[in-house]
């Protein structure tokens, strides 16, 4: 019997290489980095299969390889630019099913005069994040019910913490990705009700791939994504940095509103912090950082020189660094009374205690996180 082999994550120099692609020098391209374009045409399929795996798992596989792509065509190169072009087909044709299903899905609950808001998952376009994330302040059996009828959907096992956020994961025939439903509560455990409650209302319509979707305000856009990095899973994508930085870059952040927004969740302090680790980030690659304003720079709490590469993606130091924005969390919410709120933030700690315990002695969280 032959033995399995295990096989490593991506290395630190594969990721610096995506970043170089996707964050040239300012006032450059990468085309026009002639030491990056000597590194692709002398790069083996084992290596180049690695550079696609990396940006699959950070979801940037169509900007990254759309790059590449327009490297090699330049470079007369066209082995590897069938490479990236064969990597951009998959990708694209993966994409298009899944934004097929997901205007299925919203058109259904629409229909069936259910409020739904696409979170998280069209951030990324023209990437798609590796499920397809909703939230929506409709009645849970009401939900299952929908996805039962409509789209005969088996409902996933719920881990603890997707029940403390109140989150559903659908499996839908012919559907690769898993449909992820938040429902009611934002927040690690759930805690953020306010901020969920006002996710529709405050929403807007993008157009994506031909389709019409409600999609996240701004701002709330941006208190999910620090939820979701700096409370809850403690890394980053690459995908985080470039469409957060996009967002900066083109001045659609009213910063204004992102405090008062962000002071009312207790988590200001986060999302400064994040939006100045997206700027380092930058930094480290283009030279230049992002103009942000004093009020975000001045509240963070650290910056990207604390962040750092193991296992796929970015890492957010949990101690002290998160530790202390989890504190400062749980104490803004104990100071307004939001005691039930405060309660479930409480339940964290032991949780994610008990997902540590349970992957040193399984190598899986399952059941748990």
């Not at 759930?190 to 999609?215: C, D, H, L, N, W």
Request: hydrophobic share 40%.
């Amino acid at each position: 019997m032959s033995k399995s082999v295990a096989v490593a994550p991506p290395s630190k120099e594969v990721m610096a290489l995506l970043s170089q692609l996707l964050l040239p020098p300012q006032g450059t391209t990468a085309l026009q980095n002639h030491s990056l374009m000597a590194t692709m045409r002398s790069m083996s399929r084992e290596r180049f299969d690695e550079l696609v795996a990396l940006a699959s798992s950070n979801h940037v596989v169509m900007r990254a390889m759309d790059v590449v792509a327009a490297m090699m065509r330049g470079a007369g190169d066209s082995e590897r630019g069938s490479w990236a072009e064969e990597a951009l087909a998959v990708e694209r044709a993966r994409i298009e099913k899944a934004v097929s299903f997901l205007k299925r899905i919203c058109t259904a609950f629409e229909e069936e005069g259910l409020d739904v808001t696409v979170i998280k998952s069209l951030d990324h376009w023209p990437d798609l994040g590796s499920d397809l994330d909703l939230y929506t302040n409709a009645d849970p059996v009401k939900v299952g019910e929908l996805m039962g009828r409509r789209f005969n959907a088996q409902l996933a096992a719920r881990s603890w913490g997707d029940r403390l956020a109140r989150k559903w994961n659908f499996e839908i025939p012919g559907l690769p990705e898993s449909v992820e439903i938040h429902m009611g509560r934002l927040g690690q455990t759930g805690e953020q009700v306010a901020m969920a409650a006002s996710i529709y209302p405050r929403s807007r319509q993008v157009e994506v791939g031909g389709k019409t979707f409600r999609v996240t305000s701004i701002s709330d856009r941006i208190m999910i994504s620090t939820l979701q990095r700096m409370y809850r899973h403690f890394y980053f994508r690459l995908c985080d940095i470039l469409d957060s930085g996009d967002l900066i870059e083109k001045g659609l952040i009213d910063y204004d509103d992102l405090k008062r927004a962000a002071q009312r969740s207790d988590i200001w302090e986060g999302v400064a912090t994040y939006l100045v680790i997206v700027s380092d980030y930058v930094q480290q690659y283009r030279g230049t950082g992002l103009d942000l304003p004093r009020q975000v720079r001045s509240t963070a709490r650290f910056g990207g020189d604390r962040v750092y590469y193991a296992r796929e993606f970015l890492r957010v130091p949990i101690f002290p660094q998160s530790a202390t924005l989890y504190r400062q969390q749980f104490g803004g919410m104990l100071r307004k009374g939001e005691l039930h709120s405060t309660a479930r933030l409480g339940l964290l700690p032991p949780l994610a205690t008990a997902a540590l315990v349970g992957m040193k002695l399984t190598g899986s969280d399952k059941g748990i996180w």
